[in-house]
């Protein structure tokens, strides 16, 4: 059974910034497609942050220019470095992984997720 562990969440001041990391013991992590997503209270889980098998990144409108998504393929750990941090990031950030299904941010392509970190951002 294929686990996920996200952990650098914490409680900010709006302009802060956080690194987030994703941790796995999949032998194949290269293989994977993989995203950061974002939830809050009474709201569906949204993609913040993607990246595919060949580098491509892809990040929500809300991010761009602040956030960046990246992965160590040799430690099996995936980043999102979070910069410029505004209370609207708040919530509870989930990273997610599949297989064989490109460079996406919906919700609906991802099969493996971890437990969650939680980003509060005070203003």
């Known amino acids: 059974q294929v686990e996920l562990a996200e952990s650098g969440g914490g409680s900010v001041q709006a302009g802060a910034s956080l690194r987030l990391s994703c941790t796995t013991s999949?032998?194949?992590?290269?293989?994977?497609?993989w995203a950061w997503f974002r939830q809050t209270p009474g709201k569906d889980r949204e993609g913040v942050a993607g990246i595919g098998t060949d580098g491509r990144t892809k990040y929500d409108d809300s991010v761009k220019g602040r956030f960046t998504i990246s992965k160590d393929n040799a430690k099996n750990i995936l980043y999102l470095f979070m910069n410029a941090l505004k209370p609207e990031d708040t919530g509870m950030y989930y990273c997610?992984?599949?297989?064989?299904?490109?460079?996406?941010?919906?919700?609906?392509?991802?099969?493996?997720w971890g437990q969650g970190t939680q980003v509060t951002v005070h203003a």
């Open positions: 997610a992984a599949e297989l064989n299904v490109g460079l996406t941010l919906s919700r609906d392509d991802f099969g493996i």
């Open positions: 999949m032998y194949n992590f290269e293989q994977y497609s």
